[in-house]
């Protein structure tokens, strides 16, 4: 049987024969370097930009799969394949089902829900995840006897309440806990079934270390540069400032709320006029 080989010409000068087959794998070979290329560039891109990398993220298709795996998760059916967090060696499931029920039958305070619709405007964060998170800072907050609102300013700074954030460091959830050294806060809370990207449970954790480093130093601001690792003497990089900072305007969202609630409602003044006819005499 004849081979039949593919003869290229460049120039009009007559090319090795070259087979068709290995044509083909080259031209192959290198779209799948342009490819990495172009996918390399797309991720410097993203690594670089700060706000188009959160429009990605909080794009409607990323938050829907989000949404999905949360919903499988709270409700326990993600199997133990899940891939588990670093520091955790009990947990069969990504998010315990255990810290999971929120009771969402109390209605939250007015100024409550001028604090979730400040946050999620300002985190393009839907209202009613960010009323979530506002439902557990306050229960967490009085539980843990830490100001709710500093638990929220700190999730702000931290995770800007993407409750997956994870950092290069190890850093994990909603308050950036590093589960391998607050591993025996985890525990306390769940023997051998916990995670630091269960909300409640990352806030808890998060709640018992900030009021741990204020007993320590005896002031917020100082408990604050413990919490972003800068001890005493390191860089805080301003991060007291920060918190503080989207505190105060959490504070005010607060007031705005509970002022416009505890407004009296204008009375509405109807004014009736009788008609009586004139009488005949």
Known sequence: MKQ???VLSVNGQQAEPQSFIQSFKNAVSGLGVATSVLAAGAVAI????AELRSQVFFSAPVQAVFATEIDLLSTGLATSNS????????????IPVKFNSIDVSKPLTAGQRQIASYL????????????S?????????????VDPTLILAIVGV???????AASPVGARGLMQIMPKIHKDKFEALSPGDWSPLNPEMNMRVGAKIIREYTRRTGSVNAALRWYVGA???GNDGGYPDKVLGLKSRI???????????????AEKVTAVTVVTPDSEG
């Open 158 to 164: 931290e995770s800007s309440y993407n409750p997956f």
């Open 120 to 131: 999620a405007k300002r985190y393009s964060v839907s209202p009613e995840a960010v009323e």
């Open 83 to 94: 891939v588990e967090p670093s520091g955790n060696t009990g947990s069969k499931n990504l």
């Open 46 to 49: 993203l690594l670089s930009n």
């Open 133 to 145: 998170i506002v439902r557990l800072a306050y229960k967490v907050g009085k539980e843990e006897k």
């Open 4 to 6: 039949y080989e593919t």
């Open 251 to 265: 504070d005010s969202a607060y007031q705005q709320g509970h002022l416009v609630a505890s407004r009296p409602k």
């Open 231 to 233: 001890a005493v003497h």
